[in-house]
T-cell receptor
Framework: AQSVTQPDIHITVSEGASLELRCNYSYGATPYLFWYVQSPGQGLQLLLK??????LVQGIKGFEAEFKRSQSSFNLRKPSVHWSDAAEYFC???????????FGKGTLLTVNP | NAGVTQTPKFQVLKTGQSMTLQCAQDMNHEYMSWYRQDPGMGLRLIHYSVGAGITDQGEVPNGYNVSRSTTEDFPLRLLSAAPSQTSVYFC?????????????FGAGTRLSVL
């Protein structure tokens, strides 16, 4: 069965600092990987995805993520965090043809001024 | 183009009451799904559908029914609400094929069962 682990429940960074959110997945074949962001009281917005090819993927809002098969990881990064990035971030995995997304439990990001 | 529309946004039920959460999409997506979100649990798949007339169970289907009579609509039914079903419910839709993995979410329905 596929699964996702986000080791950090809550992260606090200062505005302008760099950010890395960790994600580890478990899946028997090549996974499809996603990062979603959820602002308070809102639905989920797709930040970026990895299907195949270049292991460093660029997303919206200046985010990027790197797929590392050897480490079963798909960490999300941003060089300089803005106050508007405060939100909850979810990593998700699917198996391609089965369409079922499995989510991690989320990482809540707080940005200090 | 409204995307994925969920109604109502908020609902309070008493234990044992029934209700239907509505989900509609106007993107002609084949794949639709329902998730529930609970604190510290992330999102968990309740039911999904790969097309009109085809539905299947996800990770947490007990207590919920679905049907898919049209491409556009995918309602979620609670036949006898229980306090354990207090949650935020999200509907999502996507195209078929590999793109089916890119799911678009509605704004959610916040449900409280007393």
């Amino acid at each position: 069965a596929q699964s996702v682990t986000q080791p950090d429940i809550h992260i606090t960074v200062s505005e302008g600092a760099s950010l890395e959110l960790r994600c580890n997945y478990s899946y028997g074949a090549t996974p499809y990987l996603f990062w979603y962001v959820q602002s308070p009281g809102q639905g989920l917005q797709l930040l970026l995805k990895y299907f195949s090819g270049d292991t460093l993927v660029q997303g919206i809002k200046g985010f990027e993520a790197e797929f590392k098969r050897s480490q079963s990881s798909f960490n999300l990064r941003k060089p300089s965090v803005h106050w508007s990035d405060a939100a909850e971030y979810f990593c998700a995995v699917s198996g391609g043809s089965n369409y079922k997304l499995t989510f991690g439990k989320g990482t809540l990001l707080t940005v200090n001024p | 183009n409204a995307g994925v529309t969920q109604t109502p946004k908020f609902q309070v039920l008493k234990t044992g009451q029934s209700m239907t959460l509505q989900c509609a999409q106007d993107m002609n997506h084949e794949y639709m799904s329902w998730y529930r979100q609970d604190p510290g649990m992330g999102l968990r798949l309740i039911h999904y559908s790969v097309g009109a007339g085809i539905t299947d169970q996800g990770e947490v289907p007990n207590g919920y029914n679905v049907s898919r009579s049209t491409t556009e609509d995918f309602p979620l039914r609670l036949l006898s609400a229980a306090p354990s079903q207090t949650s935020v419910y999200f509907c999502a839709s996507s195209y078929s094929g590999a793109e089916a993995n890119i799911q678009y979410f509605g704004a959610g329905t916040r449900l409280s069962v007393l």
